[in-house]
Protein backbone atom coordinates (compact mmCIF):
# COMPACT_ATOMS: atom_id res chain seq x y z
CA UNK A 1 0.00 0.00 0.00
CA UNK A 2 1.16 3.48 -1.04
CA UNK A 3 0.12 6.14 1.61
CA UNK A 4 0.82 8.67 -0.53
CA UNK A 5 -1.78 7.16 -3.45
CA UNK A 6 -4.18 9.79 -2.77
CA UNK A 7 -6.32 10.49 -5.74
CA UNK A 8 -7.69 8.25 -8.65
CA UNK A 9 -5.13 8.67 -11.89
CA UNK A 10 -8.34 8.86 -14.45
CA UNK A 11 -10.19 11.51 -12.85
CA UNK A 12 -7.81 13.05 -10.22
CA UNK A 13 -8.75 16.52 -9.69
CA UNK A 14 -9.53 17.79 -12.85
CA UNK A 15 -13.43 18.30 -12.29
CA UNK A 16 -15.47 20.04 -9.58
CA UNK A 17 -15.53 16.74 -7.86
CA UNK A 18 -12.01 15.57 -7.19
CA UNK A 19 -11.31 11.69 -7.51
CA UNK A 20 -10.41 11.11 -4.05
CA UNK A 21 -9.63 7.37 -3.47
CA UNK A 22 -11.86 4.80 -1.13
CA UNK A 23 -9.82 2.05 1.14
CA UNK A 24 -11.59 -1.89 1.02
CA UNK A 25 -10.72 -4.36 3.51
CA UNK A 26 -11.19 -7.84 3.33
CA UNK A 27 -13.63 -7.91 5.22
CA UNK A 28 -13.72 -11.48 6.60
CA UNK A 29 -10.08 -11.62 7.88
CA UNK A 30 -11.02 -7.95 9.99
CA UNK A 31 -14.39 -10.15 11.13
CA UNK A 32 -12.31 -12.60 13.08
CA UNK A 33 -9.53 -10.45 14.03
CA UNK A 34 -11.67 -7.65 15.78
CA UNK A 35 -12.00 -9.47 19.01
CA UNK A 36 -8.28 -9.30 19.66
CA UNK A 37 -8.45 -5.88 19.81
CA UNK A 38 -10.65 -5.25 22.13
CA UNK A 39 -8.78 -3.85 24.29
CA UNK A 40 -6.22 -1.39 22.76
CA UNK A 41 -6.80 2.39 23.06
CA UNK A 42 -9.72 4.62 21.52
CA UNK A 43 -9.74 4.17 17.93
CA UNK A 44 -7.01 1.33 17.79
CA UNK A 45 -9.91 -0.63 19.09
CA UNK A 46 -10.56 -0.93 15.46
CA UNK A 47 -7.22 -1.57 13.96
CA UNK A 48 -8.03 -4.26 11.57
CA UNK A 49 -10.13 -2.06 9.83
CA UNK A 50 -8.05 0.99 9.83
CA UNK A 51 -5.07 1.41 6.75
CA UNK A 52 -2.27 1.48 9.37
CA UNK A 53 0.14 -0.97 10.36
CA UNK A 54 -0.25 -0.80 14.11
CA UNK A 55 -1.38 1.56 17.12
CA UNK A 56 0.61 4.42 17.59
CA UNK A 57 1.92 6.66 20.87
CA UNK A 58 -0.38 9.48 19.38
CA UNK A 59 -2.48 11.47 21.81
CA UNK A 60 -6.06 8.95 22.62
CA UNK A 61 -9.07 10.12 20.48
CA UNK A 62 -12.14 8.31 20.27
CA UNK A 63 -14.16 5.81 22.67
CA UNK A 64 -16.38 9.39 23.05
CA UNK A 65 -19.19 8.79 25.26
CA UNK A 66 -22.43 7.77 23.62
CA UNK A 67 -24.53 10.23 26.16
CA UNK A 68 -28.45 9.97 26.81
CA UNK A 69 -30.29 13.47 26.59
CA UNK A 70 -34.17 12.48 28.24
CA UNK A 71 -34.80 16.39 28.53
CA UNK A 72 -34.72 16.40 24.55
CA UNK A 73 -36.19 12.88 23.88
CA UNK A 74 -39.27 14.33 25.78
CA UNK A 75 -39.25 17.54 24.24
CA UNK A 76 -38.77 16.28 20.52
CA UNK A 77 -41.18 13.56 21.08
CA UNK A 78 -38.20 10.69 20.39
CA UNK A 79 -38.47 7.30 22.05
CA UNK A 80 -33.94 8.63 22.83
CA UNK A 81 -32.46 11.14 22.19
CA UNK A 82 -28.47 10.36 22.26
CA UNK A 83 -24.75 12.96 22.37
CA UNK A 84 -22.10 11.35 20.79
CA UNK A 85 -20.20 13.83 23.08
CA UNK A 86 -16.83 14.31 20.01
CA UNK A 87 -15.93 17.38 22.41
CA UNK A 88 -14.26 14.85 24.87
CA UNK A 89 -11.22 14.22 22.15
CA UNK A 90 -7.96 15.11 22.78
CA UNK A 91 -8.51 18.68 21.19
CA UNK A 92 -12.34 18.47 21.54
CA UNK A 93 -13.00 17.70 18.71
CA UNK A 94 -14.06 15.00 16.41
CA UNK A 95 -11.44 15.76 13.76
CA UNK A 96 -8.84 14.05 15.99
CA UNK A 97 -10.24 10.98 14.66
CA UNK A 98 -8.77 11.44 11.41
CA UNK A 99 -5.96 13.34 13.23
CA UNK A 100 -4.52 10.31 14.26
CA UNK A 101 -4.34 8.28 11.34
CA UNK A 102 -2.80 11.52 9.95
CA UNK A 103 -0.03 10.90 12.42
CA UNK A 104 -0.01 7.28 12.23
CA UNK A 105 0.67 7.49 8.72
CA UNK A 106 3.41 10.18 8.56
CA UNK A 107 5.14 7.95 11.28
CA UNK A 108 5.21 4.95 8.94
CA UNK A 109 6.21 6.45 5.84
CA UNK A 110 9.17 8.31 7.92
CA UNK A 111 7.84 12.28 7.12
CA UNK A 112 9.26 14.75 8.88
CA UNK A 113 6.22 17.21 8.92
CA UNK A 114 2.72 17.60 8.75
CA UNK A 115 0.54 19.79 7.02
CA UNK A 116 -3.06 20.58 6.03
CA UNK A 117 -4.82 23.83 5.10
CA UNK A 118 -7.72 24.87 7.52
CA UNK A 119 -8.13 28.16 9.95
CA UNK A 120 -9.84 25.65 12.56
CA UNK A 121 -10.25 22.44 13.93
CA UNK A 122 -8.06 20.30 11.99
CA UNK A 123 -5.09 22.59 12.05
CA UNK A 124 -5.44 22.76 15.75
CA UNK A 125 -6.03 19.08 16.35
CA UNK A 126 -3.05 18.52 13.65
CA UNK A 127 -0.86 21.00 15.86
CA UNK A 128 -1.42 19.21 19.14
CA UNK A 129 -0.66 15.77 17.87
CA UNK A 130 2.70 17.11 16.22
CA UNK A 131 3.48 18.80 19.41
CA UNK A 132 2.46 15.77 21.27
CA UNK A 133 5.38 13.93 19.00
CA UNK A 134 8.17 16.57 18.50
CA UNK A 135 6.78 16.43 14.93
CA UNK A 136 6.74 20.01 12.51
CA UNK A 137 3.13 21.23 12.21
CA UNK A 138 2.82 23.44 8.98
CA UNK A 139 -1.21 25.79 8.98
CA UNK A 140 -1.53 27.05 5.91
CA UNK A 141 -4.33 29.32 6.96
CA UNK A 142 -7.03 31.87 5.21
CA UNK A 143 -6.12 35.59 5.19
CA UNK A 144 -9.57 35.87 7.25
CA UNK A 145 -8.48 33.03 10.23
CA UNK A 146 -9.83 34.35 13.85
CA UNK A 147 -7.26 35.77 15.55
CA UNK A 148 -8.13 33.07 18.28
CA UNK A 149 -7.83 30.40 16.34
CA UNK A 150 -4.22 31.64 15.05
CA UNK A 151 -3.74 32.34 18.93
CA UNK A 152 -4.29 28.39 19.25
CA UNK A 153 -1.87 27.22 16.56
CA UNK A 154 0.54 29.56 18.06
CA UNK A 155 0.78 28.21 21.91
CA UNK A 156 0.64 24.54 20.28
CA UNK A 157 3.62 25.27 18.23
CA UNK A 158 2.69 24.83 14.44
CA UNK A 159 4.35 26.50 11.74
CA UNK A 160 1.93 29.37 10.13
CA UNK A 161 1.56 30.03 6.51
CA UNK A 162 -1.34 32.63 6.26
CA UNK A 163 -2.64 32.68 2.85
CA UNK A 164 -3.36 36.14 0.98
CA UNK A 165 -6.62 34.73 -0.43
CA UNK A 166 -9.59 32.39 0.99
CA UNK A 167 -9.89 28.71 2.17
CA UNK A 168 -9.75 27.31 -1.23
CA UNK A 169 -6.39 29.22 -2.02
CA UNK A 170 -4.98 27.71 1.13
CA UNK A 171 -5.20 24.93 0.26
CA UNK A 172 -3.92 25.16 -2.77
CA UNK A 173 -0.73 26.52 -1.40
CA UNK A 174 -0.88 23.68 1.23
CA UNK A 175 -0.78 21.11 -1.30
CA UNK A 176 2.17 22.30 -3.28
CA UNK A 177 4.57 22.73 -0.77
CA UNK A 178 3.77 19.94 0.81
CA UNK A 179 4.50 17.79 -2.17
CA UNK A 180 6.91 20.02 -2.82
CA UNK A 181 9.26 19.33 0.71
CA UNK A 182 7.66 15.78 1.12
CA UNK A 183 5.52 16.63 3.98
CA UNK A 184 2.00 14.15 4.93
CA UNK A 185 -0.99 15.42 4.34
CA UNK A 186 -3.58 15.81 6.55
CA UNK A 187 -6.45 17.50 4.15
CA UNK A 188 -9.62 14.76 4.63
CA UNK A 189 -10.44 16.09 1.25
CA UNK A 190 -7.56 14.95 -0.46
CA UNK A 191 -6.23 11.61 1.61
CA UNK A 192 -8.66 9.10 2.00
CA UNK A 193 -6.87 7.15 4.53
CA UNK A 194 -7.78 10.14 7.14
CA UNK A 195 -11.31 9.67 6.93
CA UNK A 196 -11.20 5.90 8.16
CA UNK A 197 -10.28 7.28 11.09
CA UNK A 198 -13.51 9.37 11.14
CA UNK A 199 -15.71 6.37 10.32
CA UNK A 200 -14.75 4.69 13.74
CA UNK A 201 -17.23 7.78 15.21
CA UNK A 202 -20.09 5.08 13.26
CA UNK A 203 -18.50 1.79 14.64
CA UNK A 204 -18.52 2.87 18.12
CA UNK A 205 -22.01 4.18 17.85
CA UNK A 206 -23.17 0.98 16.43
CA UNK A 207 -21.22 -1.25 19.19
CA UNK A 208 -23.77 0.24 21.42
CA UNK A 209 -26.71 0.92 19.82
CA UNK A 210 -28.43 0.26 16.75
CA UNK A 211 -30.07 4.23 16.44
CA UNK A 212 -32.70 4.58 13.88
CA UNK A 213 -31.71 8.32 12.65
CA UNK A 214 -28.02 10.31 13.24
CA UNK A 215 -27.50 13.83 12.40
CA UNK A 216 -24.15 15.68 11.72
CA UNK A 217 -23.20 19.02 10.39
CA UNK A 218 -21.95 19.06 7.10
CA UNK A 219 -19.10 21.19 5.47
CA UNK A 220 -16.91 18.97 2.98
CA UNK A 221 -18.96 15.54 3.36
CA UNK A 222 -15.94 13.88 5.02
CA UNK A 223 -17.27 13.46 8.53
CA UNK A 224 -21.18 12.40 7.62
CA UNK A 225 -19.94 10.51 4.69
CA UNK A 226 -17.57 8.37 7.11
CA UNK A 227 -19.59 7.66 9.81
CA UNK A 228 -21.99 6.18 7.18
CA UNK A 229 -19.08 3.93 6.24
CA UNK A 230 -18.80 2.54 9.78
CA UNK A 231 -22.36 2.01 9.89
CA UNK A 232 -21.79 -0.10 6.87
CA UNK A 233 -19.05 -2.01 8.17
CA UNK A 234 -20.64 -2.18 11.54
CA UNK A 235 -23.26 -4.39 9.77
CA UNK A 236 -20.66 -5.52 7.73
CA UNK A 237 -19.01 -6.95 10.94
CA UNK A 238 -22.15 -8.27 12.17
CA UNK A 239 -23.14 -5.28 15.26
CA UNK A 240 -25.76 -4.17 14.09
CA UNK A 241 -28.56 -5.64 11.24
CA UNK A 242 -29.86 -2.04 9.44
CA UNK A 243 -28.63 0.97 8.78
CA UNK A 244 -29.71 4.16 10.38
CA UNK A 245 -31.05 7.03 8.42
CA UNK A 246 -27.49 9.43 7.85
CA UNK A 247 -29.29 13.62 8.62
CA UNK A 248 -26.52 16.00 7.09
CA UNK A 249 -26.76 19.45 8.11
CA UNK A 250 -26.35 22.49 6.38
CA UNK A 251 -26.99 26.76 7.49
CA UNK A 252 -29.14 27.75 5.54
CA UNK A 253 -26.64 31.10 4.42
CA UNK A 254 -23.88 28.43 3.10
CA UNK A 255 -25.92 25.22 1.60
CA UNK A 256 -24.33 23.53 -1.14
CA UNK A 257 -24.74 20.07 0.03
CA UNK A 258 -28.39 20.30 0.47
CA UNK A 259 -28.84 22.34 -3.09
CA UNK A 260 -26.80 19.10 -4.70
CA UNK A 261 -29.17 16.82 -2.79
CA UNK A 262 -32.41 18.43 -3.45
CA UNK A 263 -31.84 19.49 -7.09
CA UNK A 264 -32.73 22.96 -6.09
CA UNK A 265 -30.15 25.67 -5.64
CA UNK A 266 -30.16 28.50 -2.75
CA UNK A 267 -28.69 31.69 -2.79
CA UNK A 268 -25.74 32.51 -1.21
CA UNK A 269 -25.67 34.01 2.55
CA UNK A 270 -23.58 33.91 4.93
CA UNK A 271 -23.44 32.18 8.64
CA UNK A 272 -21.30 32.06 11.66
CA UNK A 273 -21.35 28.08 11.69
CA UNK A 274 -17.20 28.30 10.58
CA UNK A 275 -16.63 24.87 10.72
CA UNK A 276 -19.33 23.77 7.55
CA UNK A 277 -19.38 27.20 5.79
CA UNK A 278 -17.90 25.27 2.81
CA UNK A 279 -18.93 26.81 -0.78
CA UNK A 280 -16.75 24.20 -2.97
CA UNK A 281 -17.57 20.62 -0.83
CA UNK A 282 -14.69 18.27 -1.69
CA UNK A 283 -16.25 15.01 -0.59
CA UNK A 284 -19.56 15.26 -2.33
CA UNK A 285 -19.83 11.71 -3.81
CA UNK A 286 -18.93 9.81 -0.88
CA UNK A 287 -21.55 11.56 0.85
CA UNK A 288 -24.35 11.28 -1.58
CA UNK A 289 -23.49 7.87 -1.81
CA UNK A 290 -23.82 7.10 1.69
CA UNK A 291 -27.22 9.07 1.91
CA UNK A 292 -29.08 6.97 -0.79
CA UNK A 293 -28.02 3.64 0.84
CA UNK A 294 -28.93 5.15 4.31
CA UNK A 295 -32.46 6.28 2.47
CA UNK A 296 -31.43 9.79 4.16
CA UNK A 297 -31.75 13.55 3.03
CA UNK A 298 -30.00 16.82 3.91
CA UNK A 299 -31.35 19.66 5.97
CA UNK A 300 -31.07 23.37 6.09
CA UNK A 301 -31.54 25.19 9.57
CA UNK A 302 -31.08 29.17 9.74
CA UNK A 303 -28.52 30.58 12.22
CA UNK A 304 -31.02 31.84 14.71
CA UNK A 305 -32.12 28.37 15.23
CA UNK A 306 -28.48 26.98 15.86
CA UNK A 307 -28.21 30.04 18.60
CA UNK A 308 -31.47 28.62 20.31
CA UNK A 309 -30.27 25.02 19.73
CA UNK A 310 -26.92 25.71 21.30
CA UNK A 311 -28.36 27.25 24.17
CA UNK A 312 -31.00 24.14 24.44
CA UNK A 313 -28.41 21.63 24.47
CA UNK A 314 -26.57 23.72 27.21
CA UNK A 315 -29.60 23.94 29.63
CA UNK A 316 -31.70 20.60 28.95
CA UNK A 317 -28.53 18.59 28.11
CA UNK A 318 -25.66 19.89 29.96
CA UNK A 319 -23.36 20.12 27.32
CA UNK A 320 -21.61 23.29 25.70
CA UNK A 321 -20.83 22.68 21.82
CA UNK A 322 -19.54 24.51 19.11
CA UNK A 323 -22.20 26.62 17.22
CA UNK A 324 -21.80 24.47 13.81
CA UNK A 325 -22.27 21.32 16.15
CA UNK A 326 -25.65 22.73 17.91
CA UNK A 327 -27.19 22.62 13.86
CA UNK A 328 -28.08 18.72 14.59
CA UNK A 329 -30.22 19.71 17.25
CA UNK A 330 -31.80 22.32 15.27
CA UNK A 331 -32.73 19.74 12.37
CA UNK A 332 -34.00 17.48 14.89
CA UNK A 333 -36.55 20.18 15.87
CA UNK A 334 -37.56 20.25 12.20
CA UNK A 335 -38.10 16.72 11.68
CA UNK A 336 -41.60 14.80 11.97
CA UNK A 337 -42.46 11.33 13.27
CA UNK A 338 -39.79 10.90 15.73
CA UNK A 339 -42.15 8.56 17.93
CA UNK A 340 -40.63 5.26 18.99
CA UNK A 341 -37.35 6.81 17.14
CA UNK A 342 -33.63 6.74 18.69
CA UNK A 343 -31.69 9.46 17.47
CA UNK A 344 -28.41 10.44 17.80
CA UNK A 345 -26.76 13.70 17.45
CA UNK A 346 -23.24 13.79 16.30
CA UNK A 347 -21.80 16.80 18.71
CA UNK A 348 -18.57 17.01 16.74
CA UNK A 349 -16.71 19.82 18.66
CA UNK A 350 -16.62 21.80 21.78
CA UNK A 351 -14.60 24.89 21.11
CA UNK A 352 -16.71 28.24 21.29
CA UNK A 353 -14.52 31.22 20.11
C1 LIG B 1 -14.98 19.81 10.17
C2 LIG B 1 -16.16 19.90 11.02
C3 LIG B 1 -17.44 19.51 10.56
C4 LIG B 1 -17.74 19.09 9.14
O1 LIG B 1 -16.98 18.05 8.63
P1 LIG B 1 -16.81 17.86 7.05
O2 LIG B 1 -15.98 16.65 6.93
O3 LIG B 1 -16.15 19.09 6.51
O4 LIG B 1 -18.19 17.67 6.46
C5 LIG B 1 -18.49 19.59 11.46
N1 LIG B 1 -18.32 20.04 12.73
C6 LIG B 1 -17.11 20.41 13.19
C7 LIG B 1 -17.00 20.88 14.61
C8 LIG B 1 -16.00 20.36 12.35
O5 LIG B 1 -14.81 20.78 12.82
Not at 311 to 330: P, R
Request: glycine share 8%.
Amino acid sequence: MDPRAYLCPKCGDTGDDPGILDVHYDYAAARDALSNHASRRGIFRYLPLLPVRDEAPVLPAGATALVAAPRLATRFGAANVFLKDETRNPTRCLKDRATTIAMTLAAESGASAVYCASAGNAAISLAAFAAHRGIRCHAFVPSYASPVRLDWLKRLGAHLHVSTGNYDQAFQEAEQAGCEHGWYSRNCAFNPFLVEGKKTCGLEIAAEIAPDVVIAPVGDGCTLGAIGKGFREAREMGMITRLPRLIGVQAQGVQPMVARFTGKSAPEGETAAASIAVRRPRNALRLLRELKVSNGEMIAVSDSQIESAQKLLAEEAGLVAEFTSAATLAALAQMKSLAGKSVVLVITGGRVD
